[in-house]
């Protein structure tokens, strides 16, 4: 069995009016949230398809299908509890995960220690293993238009020990 297992995760979400801006589990003051079936939190989203990605467990469409009636407007923090006990059951451990966010608008530097800190108390982790990085897009392509927020995860797994 490897020592070590990759995993990679991206979602974007198409911003609207008369939705909350739910990120990283926390709620973020704007005029705009993420339209979706659940709560739409990209970031979430993302980090669990890495997480599964990492165990070739599949993705989360697979265990909350989006035409489930059980997950509209679904909370992601326990979507993610399901996707970290799978994680548990493995023979693997969350050695760091590494976040980014692309958004234009609202300016997300300000929130970077409160999501890292939500994201590390919902996986159990120090928060020294939880990297994040919130960037514009440059003004390109629907995320830099502000249509859109988009969110990618990369996370580490390494081999429990005695296992
Ligand atoms: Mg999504």
Redesign the pocket.
Known sequence: MSQFRLGYGE?I?RLVEGRKLILGGIEIPFEKGLL?HSD?D?LL?ALMDSLLGALALGDIGLYFPPDDPEYEGADSTKLLAKVKSLVDDSNYAISNVDLLLFAEQPKLKPYRESIRSNIANLLDLDISQVGFQAMSNEGLDAVGRGEAIRAVSTVLLERKENE
């Open positions: 979602d979400h979706g739409a990209c989203h």
